[in-house]
Structure formats: structure tokens, C-alpha cells
């Protein structure tokens, strides 16, 4: 019994020791599970309080110390004022692996952090709400070893993260954080295993996620970072766009797929990339106007950007593609360009002006390929007077190869409509340094109005309508610009500002085979194969001012800017072009300085102009024009032309036929003081110039030109217009002119119309001043021989000579009805006196005759008496004649020879001046007989006119003996 006693004794002690051994490992543990905690939480708080300068508020600590299990209950991080969370947290559990033990670091098996929450934010000052723990961390000093330390199973679940913004007024929230990291370390054993954390949350209600493969603590620093967003709400970034942006989101939403790559090597070169997909949908944006208007600017139903490499550290952007779908952009234009680039540019001046930029690497930009689906713009132009918006639409483009700054060819190929009517392809390539392009241009329908803005300052006219077609291939380098191909303008109308009157319009202008070739410091090509135009329609208006409406259409007084002379180096260009047609052409003519005002047509205007080429010595083009004017005459114009210097070489035949007079009127009226009743006009004109000088033939016809009636006009001729187109007339009514003019077109006084009318007031003039030098022409005979009869002196029959006139005469007045024929007696002081004494001594000679022979004296005046009875009755009537005779010494009449009788009787016979008139008027009355004893119907168109006392009643000369022994005609229009 005894043995057994002994034998258990040990078994006691061993029994006592182990149980005191558990007595106080679980009097430990139970130390460190319930004791230990408490301690740690007050001594948590108190020190995070005490180095943060925050107030820390933790709910409870939690250790299991068998498991190697502590979990954090509750734990706060109070702002500076103390009343919000910073950071806080629900829960915390952190499992140490036993290898912390063996290799004397922290090595975590598991770390679970739930509902963690941190709020921070920034003030009006820019001022983070931790700046202050921020500052703190980072004043402390460094640790000359990293730390070491392993962690598995990181889970960070049920987090969120806000941001409150009062610089920006804006708020940003993360919530339904999730990260989850498998493993990392920084044991020198683990550096190189590479760590693949997870991270997903919802940015704004928008999907987050974040995948990454990553190394964080060796050498190279190799990352790799997969991002992943979805349904971003882009509204939200419009508080983080720079400060003066001139955007604004309205709306849209983001997703992207991006993988970022970093790298370091040695410590100092640093590889950052970025790669992947990002797509923009439903996008709306608004441009901020600098007066703070809100204007929508661009959006796109869809852009998908595939990033093949961005690399911002070496300024390097790579993207493989871009895709645009439904864009739409709309903007408005004034004197100093599109708004919103105006907007752009001053605040991307001003970000760069701030950031400081300027001396980075230039930006490597290139884009292998950009499509544009289905675009659209809408630009309104608000520099006109009427705001027009140019809409263009269906826009489509391929771009391949984009470099920016790059020597080497883009492909592009672009299609769009314009205001829905008009459809332009182009398709080529171009090089940006040096900058060459090579493209062909399909435009239909493109509207010229686009143009109108270009012409408001040179011209007084706008574009109403024209639609440009063309095929134009154009190719641009350093050594020369050229175009080449075929260009259409339809339906194009240019109207007047002013009077909203059409100027020009015609239905098609075409221009075949172009050819312009612009060589550097070489002369100019400018070839087109042949032009025609279809339909033209001019206006051409003189206004009450007397202003031709062409001399107003260009802004200002071009002849008050004197061109600036050419360079004495300057090549002249080239110029050549083929066959220029015109078909159905019409011109229109208003005066409105006549009243009425005065309109004309041409008409149906076809014809040609040949081909023209500077380069051949003396060229020249044939012309050839045909039209009718107003309808019913006709127009033809042939020959040649040098067409860019007429003075050179004009040979011109110009013919119009049948062009009715009575049109006229207006012309007639102002000028003649009479208007047009009927006639018809044709001319034919020839011009000819060489070098200047002009030589040219007027040849006017004008059949049964009648006036109507009496205008009162203070710009009418005092000329009798009437009576020379009467004198002018040939029997069938026809006015035959022909008017030479010549003259040098170098002399600036040189005026072709001046001249014309010139000659054309000669000819008016000749006619009433010397009517029967012309009318002499139609009827045979001298004019000497029509405008006068004349007499014996003291007779009043004219001579047997120049009565045969009078038929002549009559026959004249009876052609031309519309005249009237004025006969006015004269009587000469000298001839007609002797010849009146001598006419009465005849008389009564005849008259003793006839009483002796018992016969009528009223025969006495046409009585031949016979020669030998003449002295005795002479001796009677001396013998009856009272004057003093001469005596003989005996005092008694003596006895004289015949001849001195008649001597004595003439001498003392008195002829008055009344006397001379009476033989006067019976001289103008006995021819007035005689020509209506030929034509008695002229009665009413003859006229006797007293004779003219000046010139009636002179002595002439010697010379002109007879020349007032006689009756004159004179011509008048009819009544």
C-alpha cells in the first residue's frame, strides 16, 4: 500500500502543476480576452485622440486570443469641430496566421472590414477637412527599413465614400464598396507574386469595377489596372471641369473598359499606359456664351473610342479607332466666327495661361481610323440682316491614318447634304507637314446663298437662289495649286438689296474641262474648254438720277481707289478658253429717266464666241449673236473680237431689223418734243478698231416714221424735227442714213455716242435749213432749180426757163403729203423799180395801140406792138407827159430822137414802195395759180408769205443781179 502511495506521489504533482499551468494560461487568456480589450480600446483612444487631434470613438475591442482573432466594434473618427464621422467604421476582424510567430512579422490569414464609411470634404478656400492629418502623417519621420508584413484575404465589404466640395458646391459619392485582395506582402520572399485585387462600387448609382495585377513593392513597380465603368452619369463631372470651361454636360452616360499599365526601372524612369475601350452614349452638350448664355453646342447618340496606347508621361496618344454615331452640333456665327470656338479658344488660352504648360513635350497624336455615322450641323448665321441657318446633314466620313504634325498621307473620304437639297462626296488624301492635299470634290445642288455673307461688303446685291454643281479634282502642294474638272450654276438669281429687283438669273451656267493652275512664281493657268450659258436674264435699269443700276452694284466708288500697280515681276497669266454659247438669252432695258419710262427686250439672244488664248499673237474670236428685239425685230451681230482687250482688235457688223418706233416714244418725247405714231426701225452698224483707233459706219433705216403729238420737254431740240423727218422721207416714206464716225478710244473725251448723235444732229440740221438740197435728190434736178422761180425784172409771170420748175414742184407736193410748201414773192429796189417803170410805159404804149385799132385795152399788158409804130406812139405819150421837157432857144418843146423820149418818160415815172410789194404778192400769187392749175388739191398745202422786208427790198450786188427778181419756196410740215 505503501509502494502504491509512492508510486502516484509524481502523478500528483504533475497533475498540481498542469492544473496550475491551466489555471493561469486560462486566467490569461481570459485576461486577454475580457481584461486585455478594455485596456486596449482606452489606450486606443486615448493616444489616436491624442496624435490626430481628433476626437476617436471606438464601442468596443474584441480578442480571441486562442484563435488569433481581434474584431473592432464601432470604431469613429470625428472631425475637427467635432460633430460629424470622418471615418467609421462597423466592424473590424483581423486573423493572424501562426507564421507571425516564426518569421517575427504580421502575417495576416484574413481581414474583413465592414461598413466602413468616410465622409471628407473641402472648403470654399480649397481646403481639405483632414488637411491637418495629412499634414501630420507626413511630418513624421521616415523609417530607415519598409515595413514587413504579409496579409491574405483582404475583404472590404458594404463601404462607402463621400466627398462634399464647397469650392465647387458639389457633392461625390462612392457607395457599395467592395475589395477584395487574395494576398500581398512585402517580404522580400513575396515580392515578386504578383497581387490581383478586386474593387467594385457604384460611382453616382453608376457600376464601378476595378481589377488590377499589380507588384507593389518591387523595383519596377509593375501595374496593372483594369477599370471598368458603367452607366456613368456625366451631369456629374460638370463641377470638376476646369474653372472657365466653355462646356457643359446636359446629359449623357459613360462606360469604359480600360487596362492602365505602369512601370518604373531603376527608380527614375517611369512607364505609365493606358489601353481599352470607352463609349459615350446619349451625350448633350451646352457652350457657355461669354455673356453666360447657355447654348446647345453638340451631341451624339453613341462614341466608341478604342485606345491603343496613351502614354500621358511621354505626351503620346495611340488611338486604334473612333466612332461616332448621331452627333449633331448647332452654333452661331457672326463677325468674329463660330461663337462656341470663340468660347473654346479664350478658355483653353486661359487653362494653358494657368497651368503653364507651354514648355512640355509636344503632343504625338495619331488615330488610325475615324468614322462618322450620320452627323449633322446646324450653323445659323446671325451676320446678315435676316438670320439664315445653313443645315448640313447625313454627314459620313472615313478618316484612316491620322498623324498629327506627320509627313505621312491621310485618307479621307467624307459625304453630306447640305439644306437637304444638296449632296457633296469628297475622297482623296492630304499631308499635313508640308501640308499637300490631293482630292476630288462631287457637289450637287450646293446652295450659293451660302455665299451671301462674302458679298455683303463689296456688293449691293444678295444671292436669292443658285445651286452649284461640280467635279473637281484639286491638288494642292508647295510648288502649285490647281483645279481641274467641270463646275454648274442652276436657277441662280441675283437680286438688288435696295429695289428687291432681279439683276441677273439665269437656268444654267456650265463651265466644261477647267483647268487653273496656280505654280509658285510662275504665270497663272487659267484654261477652260468650253462655257455655256442657258437662259440668261439681265436687267439693266438708268435710274431717275440718271444712274445706269450696274454703276451702284458694287459697295463704293471703285474709281476713287486707284489700283495698286503691279509688281514689275509679277508672270501675267494664262489665260485660254474654248466656245462660249449663249442660248435663250434676254436682256431687259428700263429708263426711268424719261417719262414715260422707257422699256426694251432682246430676245431669244443665241449665238457663239470662239475660242481665246492670250499666248497667240493678235488673237482674236469669232462672234456670232442672233435675237429678236421685243418679239418682233430681229438682231444679228457677227465678226471678231479680241475679248480681253476690244481695243486691240474689233471688227463688229451689228443688223437690227423691223424694231417698232412707236417704243420710242419716250425718247422722242424728252428729246424732239414729240411722240412716236408709228414707224419701224432697222440699222445696220460696223465697227472697226485697230489699236485704239475706231473708224465705224451708223447706216440707219426708218420706214414711215410719223410723230403723233406735241409733248411739252424742256430737254427738246429747238430744231423743227418734224420738218426734217418730212424732207428726209423718200417717196415711200423711207429715211436712209448713213452716219461715218471715227475717232481714238485712247482719248478719255472720246465718246461713240456723243459722235453718233453729233452726226445725227448735222444731218437734222441740214435738212431744215437746206430742205431742197435733199429733196432735189429724190425728184431730179439741182436744188437751185426747186427752191425759187424767177422773174423779169417788173414782170410778175416768171420766165418760160423757170416756170418748167413748177411741175417739179407740184409733182412734189403731191408725193409727199406731209409737207407744205410756203411761196413768198420778192421784188428787187433796183432791177424791179426800172423794170416796173418800163413794165407801165409797155402798158400804155399797148393800150394807145389797141384804142387806135378800136380794140379791148385789157389785152395791153400781154401786147406785142409792132416795132415801127413804136416811135409815134411814144411821141403821143411824151407829148401828154406833164413833166418839164426840153426847149428849144425859141422856147418851144424841142423836138427829141425816140431813145430820148423813153429816157425822159422812165425817169419821171415813180415807182413806190408800195409798188414793189404789190409785184411781190402777184409774183407769189400768179405761181400759187400755176401750180394748182397742175395739181388743184394742193390748195390747202399752199401758202402765200409776205416777202420778207430785209431781203426783199436790197439792192444786190453786181454779182447777183437777178437774185430778189423772184418767188422762193419754202417747206413746212403740213398742218
Given at each position: 500500500?505503501?509502494?502504491?502511495?509512492?508510486?502516484?506521489?509524481?502523478?500528483?504533482r504533475?497533475?498540481i502543476?498542469?492544473?496550475?499551468?491551466?489555471?493561469?494560461?486560462?486566467?490569461?487568456?481570459?485576461?486577454?480576452?475580457?481584461?486585455?480589450?478594455?485596456?486596449?480600446?482606452?489606450?486606443?483612444?486615448?493616444?489616436?485622440?491624442?496624435?490626430?487631434?481628433?476626437?476617436?470613438?471606438?464601442?468596443?475591442?474584441?480578442l480571441?486570443?486562442?484563435?488569433?482573432?481581434?474584431?473592432?466594434?464601432?470604431?469613429?473618427?470625428?472631425?475637427?469641430?467635432?460633430?460629424?464621422?470622418?471615418l467609421?467604421?462597423?466592424?473590424l476582424?483581423?486573423?493572424?496566421?501562426?507564421?507571425?510567430?516564426?518569421?517575427?512579422?504580421?502575417?495576416?490569414?484574413?481581414?474583413?472590414?465592414?461598413?466602413?464609411?468616410?465622409?471628407?470634404?473641402?472648403?470654399?478656400?480649397?481646403?481639405?477637412?483632414?488637411?491637418?492629418?495629412?499634414?501630420?502623417?507626413?511630418?513624421?519621420?521616415?523609417?530607415?527599413?519598409?515595413?514587413?508584413?504579409?496579409?491574405?484575404?483582404?475583404?472590404?465589404?458594404?463601404?462607402?465614400?463621400?466627398?462634399?466640395?464647397?469650392l465647387?458646391?458639389?457633392?461625390?459619392?462612392?457607395?457599395d464598396?467592395?475589395?477584395?485582395?487574395?494576398?500581398?506582402?512585402?517580404?522580400?520572399?513575396d515580392?515578386k507574386?504578383?497581387v490581383?485585387?478586386?474593387?467594385?462600387?457604384k460611382?453616382?448609382?453608376?457600376?464601378?469595377?476595378?481589377?488590377?495585377?499589380?507588384?507593389?513593392f518591387?523595383?519596377?513597380?509593375?501595374?496593372?489596372?483594369?477599370?471598368?465603368?458603367?452607366?456613368?452619369?456625366?451631369?456629374?463631372l460638370n463641377?470638376?471641369?476646369?474653372?472657365?470651361?466653355?462646356?457643359?454636360?446636359?446629359?449623357?452616360?459613360?462606360?469604359?473598359?480600360?487596362q492602365v499599365?505602369?512601370?518604373?526601372?531603376?527608380?527614375?524612369?517611369?512607364?505609365?499606359?493606358v489601353?481599352?475601350?470607352?463609349?459615350?452614349?446619349?451625350v448633350?452638350?451646352?457652350?457657355?456664351?461669354?455673356d453666360?448664355?447657355?447654348?446647345p453646342?453638340?451631341?451624339?447618340?453613341?462614341l466608341?473610342?478604342?485606345?491603343a496606347e496613351?502614354?500621358?508621361?511621354?505626351?503620346?496618344?495611340?488611338?486604334?479607332?473612333?466612332?461616332?454615331?448621331?452627333?449633331?452640333?448647332?452654333?452661331?456665327?457672326n463677325?468674329?466666327?463660330?461663337?462656341?470656338?470663340?468660347?473654346?479658344?479664350?478658355?483653353?488660352?486661359?487653362?494653358?495661361?494657368?497651368?503653364g504648360?507651354?514648355?512640355?513635350?509636344?503632343?504625338?497624336?495619331?488615330?488610325?481610323?475615324?468614322?462618322?455615322?450620320?452627323?449633322?450641323?446646324?450653323?445659323?448665321?446671325m451676320?446678315?440682316?435676316?438670320?439664315?441657318?445653313?443645315?448640313?446633314?447625313?454627314?459620313?466620313?472615313?478618316?484612316?491614318?491620322?498623324?498629327?504634325?506627320?509627313?505621312?498621307?491621310?485618307?479621307?473620304?467624307v459625304?453630306?447634304?447640305?439644306?437637304?437639297?444638296?449632296?457633296?462626296?469628297?475622297?482623296?488624301?492630304?499631308?499635313?507637314?508640308?501640308?499637300?492635299?490631293?482630292?476630288?470634290?462631287?457637289?450637287?445642288?450646293?446652295?450659293?446663298?451660302?455665299?451671301q455673307?462674302?458679298?455683303?461688303?463689296?456688293?449691293?446685291?444678295?444671292?436669292?437662289?443658285?445651286?452649284?454643281?461640280?467635279?473637281?479634282?484639286?491638288?494642292?502642294?508647295?510648288?502649285?495649286?490647281?483645279?481641274?474638272?467641270?463646275l454648274?450654276?442652276?436657277?441662280?438669281?441675283?437680286?438688288?438689296?435696295?429695289?428687291?429687283?432681279?439683276?441677273?438669273?439665269?437656268?444654267?451656267?456650265?463651265?466644261?474641262?477647267?483647268?487653273?493652275?496656280?505654280?509658285?512664281?510662275?504665270?497663272?493657268?487659267?484654261?477652260?474648254?468650253?462655257?455655256?450659258l442657258?437662259?440668261?436674264?439681265?436687267?439693266?435699269?438708268?435710274?431717275?438720277?440718271?444712274?445706269?443700276?450696274?454703276?451702284?452694284?458694287?459697295?463704293?466708288?471703285?474709281s476713287?481707289?486707284?489700283p495698286?500697280?503691279?509688281?514689275?515681276?509679277?508672270?501675267?497669266?494664262k489665260?485660254?478658253?474654248?466656245?462660249v454659247?449663249?442660248?435663250?438669252?434676254?436682256?431687259?432695258?428700263?429708263?426711268n429717266?424719261?417719262k414715260?419710262?422707257?422699256?426694251?427686250?432682246?430676245?431669244?439672244?443665241?449665238?457663239?464666241?470662239?475660242?481665246?488664248?492670250?499666248?497667240?499673237?493678235?488673237?482674236?474670236?469669232?462672234?456670232?449673236l442672233?435675237?429678236?428685239?421685243?418679239?418682233?425685230?430681229?438682231?444679228?451681230?457677227?465678226?471678231?473680237?479680241?475679248?480681253?482687250?476690244p481695243?486691240?482688235?474689233?471688227?463688229?457688223?451689228?443688223?437690227?431689223?423691223?424694231?417698232?418706233?412707236?417704243?420710242?416714244?419716250?425718247?422722242?418725247?424728252?428729246?424732239?418734243?414729240?411722240?412716236?405714231?408709228?414707224?419701224?426701225?432697222?440699222?445696220?452698224?460696223?465697227?472697226?478698231?485697230?489699236?485704239?483707233?475706231?473708224v465705224?459706219?451708223?447706216?440707219l433705216f426708218?420706214d414711215q416714221?410719223?410723230?403723233?403729238?406735241?409733248?411739252?420737254?424742256?430737254?427738246?431740240?429747238t430744231?423743227?424735227?418734224?420738218?426734217?423727218?418730212?424732207?428726209?422721207?423718200?417717196?415711200?416714206?423711207?429715211?436712209?442714213?448713213?452716219?461715218?464716225?471715227?475717232?481714238?478710244?485712247?482719248?478719255?473725251?472720246?465718246?461713240?455716242?456723243?459722235v453718233?448723235?453729233?452726226?445725227?444732229?448735222?444731218?437734222?440740221?441740214?435738212?431744215?435749213?437746206?430742205?431742197?438740197?435733199?429733196?432735189?435728190?429724190?425728184f431730179g434736178?439741182?436744188?437751185?432749180q426747186?427752191?425759187?422761180v424767177?422773174?423779169?425784172?417788173?414782170?410778175a409771170?416768171?420766165?418760160?426757163?423757170?416756170?418748167?420748175?413748177?411741175?417739179?414742184?407740184?409733182?412734189?407736193?403731191?408725193?409727199?403729203?406731209?409737207l407744205?410748201?410756203?411761196?413768198?414773192?420778192?421784188?428787187?429796189?433796183?432791177?424791179?423799180?426800172?423794170?416796173?417803170?418800163?413794165?407801165?410805159?409797155?402798158?400804155?404804149?399797148?393800150?394807145?395801140w389797141?384804142?387806135?385799132?378800136?380794140k379791148?385795152?385789157?389785152?395791153?399788158?400781154?401786147?406785142?406792138?409792132?416795132?415801127?409804130?413804136?416811135?409815134?406812139?411814144?411821141?403821143?405819150i411824151?407829148?401828154q407827159?406833164?413833166f418839164?421837157?426840153?426847149?428849144?432857144?425859141l422856147?418851144?418843146?424841142?423836138?427829141?430822137?425816140?431813145?430820148?423820149m423813153?429816157?425822159?418818160?422812165?425817169?419821171?415815172?415813180?415807182?413806190?414802195?408800195?409798188?414793189?410789194k404789190d409785184?411781190?404778192y402777184?409774183?407769189?400769187?400768179?405761181?400759187?395759180?400755176?401750180?394748182?392749175?397742175?395739181?388743184?388739191?394742193?390748195?390747202?398745202?399752199?401758202?402765200?408769205?409776205a416777202?420778207?422786208?430785209?431781203?426783199?427790198?436790197q439792192?444786190?450786188?453786181?454779182?447777183?443781179?437777178t437774185?430778189?427778181?423772184?418767188?422762193?419756196f419754202?417747206?413746212?410740215v403740213?398742218?
Amino acid at each position: 500500500m505503501d509502494v502504491a502511495v509512492k508510486k502516484n506521489a509524481p502523478s500528483k504533482r504533475g497533475l498540481i502543476l498542469t492544473a496550475a499551468v491551466l489555471v493561469v494560461l486560462s486566467s490569461t487568456v481570459l485576461l486577454v480576452q475580457y481584461a486585455l480589450p478594455v485596456v486596449l480600446k482606452n489606450l486606443i483612444v486615448e493616444k489616436m485622440s491624442a496624435q490626430l487631434g481628433r476626437q476617436v470613438v471606438l464601442e468596443s475591442l474584441e480578442l480571441r486570443p486562442l484563435h488569433l482573432q481581434a474584431s473592432v466594434h464601432n470604431l469613429s473618427l470625428k472631425s475637427a469641430n467635432g460633430k460629424d464621422n470622418e471615418l467609421a467604421l462597423t466592424r473590424l476582424d483581423v486573423e493572424l496566421s501562426a507564421e507571425t510567430f516564426t518569421r517575427f512579422v504580421p502575417v495576416v490569414s484574413q481581414l474583413n472590414i465592414t461598413g466602413l464609411a468616410v465622409a471628407i470634404g473641402r472648403n470654399s478656400e480649397g481646403r481639405l477637412s483632414v488637411q491637418d492629418v495629412i499634414d501630420l502623417v507626413q511630418a513624421q519621420p521616415a523609417s530607415p527599413e519598409p515595413a514587413r508584413f504579409a496579409l491574405h484575404n483582404i475583404r472590404v465589404a458594404d463601404t462607402r465614400f463621400k466627398f462634399t466640395d464647397e469650392l465647387l458646391n458639389n457633392t461625390l459619392e462612392l457607395s457599395d464598396i467592395e475589395l477584395d485582395v487574395p494576398f500581398v506582402s512585402s517580404l522580400p520572399s513575396d515580392v515578386k507574386v504578383t497581387v490581383t485585387p478586386r474593387f467594385s462600387a457604384k460611382l453616382e448609382g453608376s457600376d464601378v469595377l476595378l481589377n488590377a495585377q499589380l507588384k507593389p513593392f518591387e523595383n519596377s513597380l509593375n501595374t496593372a489596372l483594369l477599370f471598368s465603368l458603367k452607366g456613368l452619369d456625366l451631369k456629374e463631372l460638370n463641377p470638376y471641369l476646369p474653372r472657365g470651361s466653355a462646356l457643359k454636360v446636359a446629359s449623357g452616360q459613360a462606360d469604359a473598359n480600360l487596362q492602365v499599365n505602369f512601370s518604373e526601372v531603376s527608380g527614375t524612369e517611369k512607364k505609365l499606359s493606358v489601353e481599352g475601350d470607352l463609349t459615350l452614349t446619349g451625350v448633350q452638350l451646352l457652350a457657355i456664351t461669354p455673356d453666360k448664355q447657355s447654348l446647345p453646342f453638340l451631341g451624339f447618340k453613341r462614341l466608341d473610342v478604342k485606345l491603343a496606347e496613351v502614354s500621358p508621361l511621354l505626351n503620346k496618344v495611340h488611338v486604334a479607332a473612333i466612332d461616332l454615331s448621331d452627333a449633331n452640333v448647332k452654333a452661331r456665327l457672326n463677325e468674329q466666327g463660330l461663337d462656341f470656338v470663340q468660347t473654346l479658344t479664350a478658355a483653353a488660352a486661359s487653362n494653358t495661361a494657368v497651368s503653364g504648360t507651354s514648355g512640355s513635350k509636344p503632343l504625338e497624336l495619331s488615330i488610325d481610323r475615324i468614322v462618322l455615322n450620320n452627323a449633322s450641323v446646324a450653323i445659323t448665321d446671325m451676320r446678315q440682316s435676316v438670320p439664315a441657318e445653313l443645315r448640313i446633314q447625313q454627314i459620313s466620313a472615313d478618316i484612316q491614318n491620322f498623324e498629327l504634325d506627320s509627313d505621312k498621307p491621310v485618307l479621307a473620304q467624307v459625304s453630306l447634304q447640305l439644306n437637304q437639297t444638296a449632296d457633296v462626296k469628297m475622297k482623296g488624301s492630304f499631308v499635313q507637314y508640308p501640308l499637300r492635299a490631293d482630292m476630288d470634290i462631287d457637289a450637287r445642288k450646293f446652295p450659293l446663298t451660302l455665299a451671301q455673307f462674302h458679298l455683303d461688303p463689296i456688293l449691293n446685291a444678295r444671292i436669292a437662289s443658285g445651286e452649284l454643281t461640280t467635279a473637281l479634282n484639286i491638288h494642292y502642294d508647295e510648288s502649285s495649286t490647281r483645279f481641274k474638272g467641270r463646275l454648274t450654276t442652276e436657277n441662280f438669281r441675283l437680286q438688288d438689296k435696295l429695289l428687291n429687283n432681279a439683276l441677273v438669273k439665269f437656268s444654267a451656267l456650265t463651265l466644261n474641262d477647267i483647268d487653273i493652275d496656280q505654280p509658285a512664281n510662275k504665270p497663272a493657268l487659267f484654261s477652260v474648254g468650253g462655257i455655256s450659258l442657258n437662259d440668261l436674264d439681265a436687267r439693266l435699269v438708268l435710274g431717275a438720277d440718271g444712274r445706269l443700276n450696274l454703276q451702284d452694284l458694287l459697295i463704293g466708288n471703285p474709281s476713287q481707289t486707284a489700283p495698286a500697280p503691279a509688281a514689275a515681276t509679277e508672270p501675267k497669266p494664262k489665260i485660254s478658253f474654248g466656245t462660249v454659247q449663249l442660248v435663250n438669252g434676254n436682256i431687259s432695258f428700263s429708263d426711268n429717266l424719261v417719262k414715260p419710262n422707257f422699256n426694251a427686250n432682246l430676245t431669244g439672244l443665241t449665238g457663239s464666241l470662239s475660242g481665246y488664248s492670250n499666248q497667240a499673237q493678235s488673237q482674236v474670236s469669232r462672234l456670232s449673236l442672233k435675237g429678236a428685239i421685243d418679239g418682233d425685230g430681229k438682231l444679228a451681230i457677227s465678226g471678231e473680237v479680241n475679248p480681253l482687250n476690244p481695243k486691240s482688235h474689233l471688227d463688229i457688223t451689228a443688223r437690227a431689223t423691223g424694231i417698232e418706233m412707236t417704243r420710242l416714244s419716250p425718247y422722242a418725247a424728252k428729246y424732239a418734243g414729240y411722240d412716236i405714231a408709228k414707224g419701224k426701225l432697222s440699222t445696220t452698224l460696223k465697227y472697226s478698231v485697230q489699236n485704239g483707233a475706231l473708224v465705224a459706219d451708223n447706216q440707219l433705216f426708218l420706214d414711215q416714221l410719223t410723230f403723233g403729238q406735241a409733248v411739252e420737254s424742256p430737254d427738246a431740240t429747238t430744231l423743227p424735227v418734224r420738218l426734217a423727218v418730212s424732207i428726209l422721207k423718200n417717196l415711200k416714206g423711207e429715211i436712209d442714213l448713213d452716219l461715218p464716225v471715227s475717232g481714238s478710244l485712247n482719248d478719255p473725251q472720246f465718246s461713240i455716242a456723243g459722235v453718233v448723235f453729233k452726226a445725227l444732229g448735222n444731218v437734222v440740221l441740214k435738212a431744215v435749213t437746206a430742205p431742197f438740197r435733199l429733196l432735189a435728190n429724190m425728184f431730179g434736178g439741182s436744188p437751185e432749180q426747186m427752191n425759187h422761180v424767177i422773174f423779169a425784172p417788173g414782170k410778175a409771170q416768171p420766165t418760160l426757163e423757170t416756170a418748167a420748175r413748177l411741175p417739179q414742184v407740184a409733182g412734189l407736193l403731191k408725193s409727199k403729203t406731209d409737207l407744205a410748201l410756203e411761196v413768198m414773192g420778192r421784188a428787187d429796189t433796183s432791177l424791179d423799180t426800172e423794170g416796173l417803170k418800163r413794165e407801165r410805159l409797155e402798158r400804155r404804149l399797148g393800150r394807145l395801140w389797141l384804142s387806135e385799132q378800136k380794140k379791148d385795152v385789157s389785152g395791153a399788158d400781154e401786147l406785142v406792138i409792132p416795132q415801127q409804130h413804136k416811135p409815134r406812139l411814144l411821141k403821143i405819150i411824151y407829148d401828154q407827159e406833164t413833166f418839164e421837157k426840153p426847149k428849144n432857144q425859141l422856147g418851144l418843146i424841142k423836138a427829141l430822137p425816140f431813145e430820148q423820149m423813153e429816157t425822159l418818160i422812165l425817169s419821171n415815172t415813180l415807182v413806190t414802195e408800195s409798188d414793189l410789194k404789190d409785184l411781190a404778192y402777184r409774183r407769189a400769187d400768179n405761181v400759187k395759180k400755176q401750180l394748182l392749175e397742175l395739181q388743184p388739191d394742193l390748195s390747202a398745202r399752199i401758202f402765200l408769205v409776205a416777202p420778207d422786208e430785209k431781203l426783199g427790198m436790197q439792192s444786190p450786188d453786181s454779182a447777183n443781179a437777178t437774185q430778189f427778181t423772184r418767188v422762193d419756196f419754202n417747206v413746212r410740215v403740213s398742218p
